[in-house]
């Protein structure tokens, strides 16, 4: 773990954005998250690592409400945008989605143009007013996303004729185009190369200037590249949140300590 | 890292081999599979030779079917017989009945035998009328009637040769066999040769056959499917126009809308179930349910295609809920990832990947329907049925007849001449099939986006 270069981390805001308080996530009978808190700071970029299993998909999904598609998945507890609570039953998941965006950790592009992939949620959202707008906000995703150059020759060519990377890329790019608040991304880059991870980190750290982002890793180097906050989960609990230079120099619980040194996991 | 000190091909102390040649366990594997594939092999082609005997037998009876012999001469359309009081006035001419034509057709045919110098004395006047069919001189008399101002001219008609004397030229009567026949004389078959010689008489395609109504059982060569490829029409187009919609709507809300639950897997599992129910079990249902208690008429199309709707949805549905499941989750989710409802994850995303699924169940189960014969002999369509159904819609609630019924009445009558017809009939049922099966494919073609 020599390698690791942590950048500075200055938190540019210590507004909390979510704030998800005695969450418990049970799929059937099996307790895949237990008494989770957790308080997600605004403008940041925050790490969720964790051995495989250990539950962050599933408490990423609880941030969007994606757990209410899945059948007999059930949430308890609060988790609060903004000081409101998501799980009120006043809140429409759809409204919530489309301000707490997901990337997924599978590429997962419609089997449509790469044009119509980025512009369906502007289109569904009303964002733009024009055809001109339109492709505007497409420009302007896609070349957030690192892809522009690649593509850009062939806007109206499938999503799904593209490498795996790309397809991710482009998946992120579908992400920001309805410029959500919150954008969760569930190992945005398992699929990518070590050039076009560096751009999505890049990018990640360019969206922090505007939205709080919320990405689980596996890689640790990773997080601690791109990352302000660190929380680690084992076993479906919280075992440590703080800091990321502080959970990778001076972890203060045992586990934290041996997943980081490679010792579990 | 142990291992890799450990030599190779001592481990176990197995001798070293060869992969230039197989070992017994190789070979015993490549032994099974060759032996799958030939089993393999015969299934298929025990399908295929039971196809090609089926289509040959079909073929070579009903092919026939299509051409029809046909006989042209002058008919004097007598003014004295036809409009006794001479005022052309299509009502009173309606008085004289087919009997009084019968000896204009007699008497032209007589002329232009002599003409030709076909020599027909030893013939009885009754056998000659009867080398014309039966329909002859109704068909006369329809068209006098529909114009009258012929009355009085000498006109060239064409009339259908009995069913009898057009199983001559297609080989299923012969002389020794119209011997033992009360309905055909070697003599007619004598003269219908010399009027072939003459040209009075040829076979050829005959269009009657496919546009024609039905016919009774004494005059098979003017049967026609017209009546029942339009009833079997309508009865698709109600069937269309209900299933389809009916089905997608079910099937989209129980798959991505429902709960799932008790009450849920129950409906399920009786979806399954209705799809396995027999055919004729509808057919009483519609009896009971469309007719006796709703009072719609019989032997309608409209019922017709009711009860077939009912016996095609379980189809459509199974069909369609198959093509949605195998969308990707994926894909809802990441429309709804992007903010999309369920409802437009459903109709933007979902149902355009499964629709060709969707167009091929739906046209897989109107060809189911269009075969069906059991449930619609409960409802009435097997009454024999002469008038053409109106145009839409006030021809749903028309009597009509329907193809496969039509093949059914067919094979039930006793004239030899029918055999040939319901195998024509399955001819047209097939040809029909093909081509909605075509038209699937094509749909498919247009709509699967191959990305
Ligand atoms: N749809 C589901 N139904 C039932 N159990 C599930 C479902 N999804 C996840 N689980 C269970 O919940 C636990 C946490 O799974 P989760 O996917 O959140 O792990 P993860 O930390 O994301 O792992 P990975 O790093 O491998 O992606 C696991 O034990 C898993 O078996
Ligand atoms: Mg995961």
Same mark, same amino acid.
Request: charged residues 20%.
């Given at each position: 773990m020599n390698d690791m270069r942590l950048t500075e981390?200055?938190?540019?805001?210590?507004?909390?954005k979510i704030s998800a308080r005695q969450v418990d996530v049970f799929y059937g009978d099996t307790?895949?998250?237990?008494k989770v808190d957790v308080a997600i700071p605004d403008k940041t970029v925050t790490a969720f690592i964790g051995?495989? =299993?250990?539950g962050k998909s599933t408490f990423l999904r609880c941030l969007n409400r994606?757990?209410?598609?899945?059948?007999g998945c059930r949430v308890t507890g609060d988790i609060l945008l903004d000081g409101e609570d998501?799980?009120?039953?006043?809140?429409d998941p759809v409204q919530l989605r489309a301000k707490v965006g997901m990337v997924f950790q599978k590429p997962n592009p419609f089997p449509k143009s790469i044009y119509d992939n980025v512009a369906y949620g502007p289109r569904i959202h009303g964002l733009a007013r024009g055809k001109q707008e339109l492709d505007e906000i497409v420009e302007k995703s896609l070349r957030r996303a690192a892809i522009w150059d690649e593509v850009k020759d062939r806007l109206?060519?499938? =999503?799904? =004729?593209?490498s795996g990377g790309q397809q991710q890329r482009l998946c992120i790019a579908r992400a920001v185009a309805t410029s959500p608040e919150v954008l969760l991304m569930d190992e945005?880059?398992?699929?990518?190369d070590p050039i076009a991870t560096a751009q999505v980190e890049e990018l990640i750290d360019e969206l922090r200037e505007r939205f709080s982002v919320v990405i689980v890793t596996h890689s640790m180097q990773q997080a601690a590249r791109v990352s302000q906050k660190t929380a680690f989960f084992h076993l479906g609990e919280l075992v440590e949140f703080g800091d990321t230079g502080q959970i990778f120099t001076?972890?203060?619980?045992p586990r934290t300590e041996s997943y980081i040194t490679g010792r579990i996991g | 890292m142990t291992d890799l000190s450990a030599v190779p091909g001592t481990a176990g102390g197995a001798k070293k081999s060869s992969i230039l040649e197989a070992d017994a366990r190789t070979r015993r594997r490549n032994a099974a599979e060759a032996r799958f594939k030939v089993y393999g092999m015969l299934a298929v082609a025990t399908g295929v030779l039971a196809l090609i005997l089926l289509l040959i037998s079909i073929l070579s009876n009903?092919?026939?079917?299509?051409r029809q012999t046909f006989v042209t001469f002058d008919v004097p359309?007598?003014?004295? +017989?036809?409009?006794?009081?001479?005022?052309?006035n299509p009502d009173e001419m309606?008085?004289?009945?087919t009997f009084g034509y019968s000896p204009l057709i007699l008497n032209g045919l007589k002329e232009a035998l002599s003409a030709r110098g076909i020599?027909?004395?030893?013939?009885?006047d009754a056998d000659l009328a009867n080398i014309?069919?039966?329909?002859a001189a109704a068909d006369l008399r329809d068209f006098v009637l529909a114009n009258p101002?012929?009355?009085?001219e000498t006109l060239s008609f064409e009339f259908l040769a009995n069913g009898r004397i057009d199983g001559f030229f297609k080989g299923r009567v012969t002389y020794e066999s119209a011997e033992r026949d009360?309905?055909? +004389?070697p003599d007619q078959l004598r003269v219908a040769e010399a009027m072939v010689a003459a040209d009075l008489m040829e076979t050829r395609f005959n269009w009657g056959f496919i546009t024609g109504p039905d016919a009774s059982?004494?005059?098979?060569?003017?049967?026609?499917l017209g009546v029942a490829i339009l009833g079997s029409f309508y009865m698709m187009l109600v069937v269309l126009v209900l299933t389809l919609p009916i089905g997608v709507a079910a099937s989209i809300y129980l798959e991505?809308?429902?709960?799932?639950?008790r009450f849920t897997d129950l409906i399920e599992v009786n979806i399954s179930n209705l799809a396995a129910v027999p055919s004729i079990v509808f057919g009483i249902l519609g009896l009971a349910v469309?007719?006796?208690?709703?009072?719609l008429p019989q032997s309608a199309p409209i019922v017709g295609g009711l009860v077939l709707t009912l016996m095609t949805l379980p189809t459509i549905i199974i069909a369609t809920r198959a093509s949605l499941k195998s969308v990707p989750p994926s894909i809802r989710q990441a429309a709804l990832g992007v903010g999309a409802s369920k409802m437009q994850s459903v109709f933007h995303h979902v149902l355009p990947l499964a629709a060709p699924g969707i167009l091929t169940g739906t046209i897989i189960g109107l060809a189911q329907a269009l075969g069906e014969t059991a449930p619609l002999l409960l409802i009435g369509m097997v009454a024999f049925v002469r008038e053409y159904p109106e145009g839409l819609p006030q021809g749903l609630f028309d009597p009509a007849s329907a193809l496969p019924v039509q093949v059914y009445q067919w094979t039930q009558?006793?004239?030899?001449?029918f055999v040939e017809r319901a195998s024509g009939a399955i001819i047209v049922l097939l040809v029909f099939l093909v081509l909605m099966n075509a038209v699937a494919v094509l749909l498919r073609r247009r709509f699967e986006r191959r990305w």
């Open positions: 981390r200055n938190v540019t805001s210590s507004e909390i307790h895949a998250i237990k051995p495989s =299993g250990c994606m757990n209410d598609t899945i059948d998501i799980y009120d039953k006043r809140v109206q060519a499938p =999503g799904t =004729g593209l945005p880059c398992s699929a990518l001076t972890p203060k619980d | 009903g092919l026939s079917s299509f359309l007598s003014a004295e +017989t036809l409009d006794p009081n001479g005022n052309r309606s008085k004289v009945s020599s027909v004395d030893e013939v009885p014309i069919s039966r329909a101002q012929v009355v009085g009360s309905n055909v +004389t059982g004494q005059r098979p060569e003017s049967a026609g991505e809308f429902a709960p799932k639950n469309f007719i006796n208690f709703a009072g009558r006793s004239d030899p001449a």
